[in-house]
């Protein structure tokens, strides 16, 4: 869910208390230099959920964002893995999100809602993958 988090994850939610729920990663990585950006960014890889989750916060690490190429995904109780572009704009307005923003990157079409902090990817006319998050602060507090 935009805003929200994803499944039983929601944002904000620990690193320790999502590894107690999830498990260990199958790959994980340190993203960000303290020492040069003043932020900490951890990034966790779920292979079986097909999911990444980020980390963020230095006093305390948090859920941030989730990136999804599970098929299985929902949104509004919608397949989201099985809409279209129309459809996915449709959804998303629906249910009261309108700052819509559409960019080609190398190919993909990124359609964006910033209000709801969430890009979905394309390719050619099917989506390939959705990311979703929040912004958080150093201490690990929702902004």
Do not use: H
């Amino acid at each position: 869910m935009p805003l929200k988090g994803y499944g039983e994850i929601p944002f904000g939610m620990t690193l320790d208390d999502a590894v107690k729920k999830l498990g260990m990663p199958d790959f994980y990585e340190e993203l960000s230099d303290m020492e040069e950006t003043g932020n900490r960014s951890i990034y966790y890889e779920y292979d079986e959920l097909e999911t990444n989750i980020y980390f963020e916060g230095v006093t305390k690490s948090v859920v941030a964002c989730f990136e999804t190429e599970n098929e299985a995904a929902t949104l509004y109780g919608k397949q989201v893995f099985e809409l279209n572009k129309d459809e996915v704009v449709k959804l998303m307005k629906d249910n009261g999100f309108k700052e819509l923003e559409e960019e080609v990157e190398d190919g993909e079409l990124r359609v964006s809602f910033e209000d709801a902090m969430v890009d979905f990817f394309f390719e050619g006319d099917k989506i390939s993958a959705v990311s979703w998050g929040v912004l958080v602060d150093e201490q690990g507090d929702i902004i």
